[in-house]
Nanobody, 113 residues
Framework: VQLQASGGGLVQPGGSLRLSCTAS???????LGWYRQAPEKQRELVAV???????NYADSVKGRFTVSRDHAKNAVYLQMNSLEPEDTAIYYC?????????WGQGTQVTVSS
């Protein structure tokens, strides 16, 4: 099983980025989404989607980020708008099912002028 993420990069404050993650090798996935880890900080939830399409967001990204899931493609997306320097981090794709948790390799997002 693996998660392949893409879409990170360098963007100016106020800009937008879209992250994509495709899952392969899974028989089922209960929760699919994104976490992030900034330098010298703990990894934190950004946004996740359950198999029932319930969405959970970190308070710091509500109203700016939108997570979506394509069940047919086994993919999850994170549309990030109004990016702030505080959003700078490595973003990790995350999947959870009855067998446990799988992490993607991470993609760097840098918000800087």
């Amino acid at each position: 099983v693996q998660l392949q993420a893409s879409g990170g990069g360098l963007v100016q404050p106020g800009g937008s980025l879209r992250l994509s993650c495709t899952a392969s090798g899974f028989r089922s996935i209960n929760v699919l989404g994104w976490y992030r880890q900034a330098p010298e900080k703990q990894r934190e939830l950004v946004a996740v989607v359950t198999s029932g399409v319930r969405k959970n967001y970190a308070d710091s990204v509500k109203g700016r980020f939108t997570v979506s899931r394509d069940h047919a493609k086994n993919a999850v997306y994170l549309q990030m708008n109004s990016l702030e320097p505080e959003d700078t981090a490595i973003y990790y794709c995350y999947a959870r099912n009855a067998r446990g948790v799988v992490w993607g390799q991470g993609t760097q997002v840098t918000v800087s002028s």
